[in-house]
């Protein structure tokens, strides 16, 4: 449970998925002497966990500085939300990449051919990892959820801002004058009170989903 972390649940069915998962894995790495593999889950688990939290705390900053003092805000409110878009995206996908992380050392420990440890570089991110439980378990309830999470437009596009966030720099506000009133576009997004809330509530219903289907798979392979 994410209260033995320190960290209130972000909601029950998140919290009791995230603790059952990782109840089978200690006690089938236990059973099977899988130490390492047991050491390698639970670092992908314990960061998703603090990156989630992260990410909800980003989300709940960012939107209280949006409502309070605007999206055109004087220079220090503007440091802050810059600060919080950036943390908040970061820690979107990282929460996303950790829990598909977790997600391959389940299927490790089940057919470690197919999911080598140390992974390959290109199996390292979630587009990796649905390949490679797309080719271990064709046609699995899992395996299509994690398809289909890391191939959506919604989840695309806010890997992508990450990445301009991470290696090219900081994205201007662009305003429009004249003409009815318009939020600032801030690379391709308005900025407004919906810029994180919308894309924190997708990424806790992917996550939700995602951690439902892994607990499910687990149980079904005898986890």
Not at 122 to 146: E, H, I, M, S
Not at 158 to 180: E, I, W
Request: proline share 6%; hydrophobic share 40%.
């Amino acid at each position: 449970m994410f209260a033995a972390l320190g960290i209130n649940p972000l909601n029950k069915p998140i919290d009791d998925d995230w603790g059952s998962l990782l109840a089978r894995m200690q006690n089938y790495c236990g059973k099977n002497a899988m130490q390492a593999q047991l050491s390698t889950f639970s670092l992908a688990w314990n960061g998703f966990a603090f990156r989630i939290e992260a990410c909800r705390q980003h989300n709940d900053a960012f939107t209280a500085s949006i409502r309070a003092f605007g999206n055109a805000p004087a220079s220090d409110q503007r440091s802050v939300q810059e600060r919080e878009l950036f943390a908040f995206f970061s820690t979107a996908i990282s929460a996303t990449e950790t829990l598909y992380y977790g997600i391959y050392v389940v299927g490790n420990v089940l057919k470690n051919a197919d999911f080598p440890l140390p992974q390959p570089q290109n199996l390292f991110y979630p587009n990796g990892v649905a390949v490679a439980f797309r080719k271990a378990y064709p046609g699995d309830g899992l395996t299509v959820r994690l398809q289909a999470v890391s191939s959506d437009p919604y989840y695309r596009l806010m890997r992508n801002r990450r990445n301009v966030l991470s290696h090219n720099g900081q994205p201007p506000r662009n305003f429009v004058v004249g003409g009815p009133p318009q939020d600032p576009n801030w690379a391709g997004f308005a900025i407004n009170d919906h810029t994180t809330t919308d894309r924190f509530d997708w990424i806790m219903t992917a996550v939700e989903n995602v951690l439902a289907d892994a607990d499910d798979f687990a149980q079904r392979m005898g986890l």
